[in-house]
């Protein structure tokens, strides 16, 4: 499995934007499909976006569609999330996953996780 290391949460208002980065160490990372779920306080752990092993098929929560974007660099071993037109409600832990290796996009999506971040923290406030 890889190992996983976000960055780029911090204080940002209703209304703006804000990319996290995640960044990822071990071997094979183009073998996995990876996404970005989030958990807010006294909320469960709720999925927000995942991308496929090749960047080519994403796939949003209803919630962000329109909004936030996923995108991967495999010659960097990198994911990202780009959050426009941040609301309140966007408050929360954001964490980086790894499904597992050779996973389809699916497997994200479904809460198959083999790897998590440690997560950043994004607050939503004016």
């Known amino acids: 499995q890889v190992q996983l290391v976000e960055s780029g949460g911090e204080l940002v208002q209703p209304g703006g934007s804000l990319r996290l980065s995640c960044a990822a160490s071990g071997r094979d990372f183009e073998a996995y499909a990876m996404g970005w779920f989030r958990q807010a306080p006294g909320k469960e752990r709720e999925f927000v976006a995942a991308v496929s092993w090749s960047g080519g098929s994403t796939y949003y929560a209803d919630s962000v569609k329109g909004r936030f974007t996923v995108s991967r660099d495999n010659a960097n071993n990198m994911v990202y999330l780009q959050m426009n037109s941040l609301k309140s409600e966007g408050a929360a832990v954001y964490y980086c996953?790894?499904?597992?290796?050779?996973?389809?996009?699916?497997?994200?999506?479904?809460?198959?996780?083999?790897?998590w971040g440690q997560g950043t923290q994004v607050t939503v406030s004016s």
């Open positions: 996953a790894a499904g597992p290796k050779d996973g389809a996009i699916i497997t994200v999506i479904r809460g198959d996780i083999g790897s």
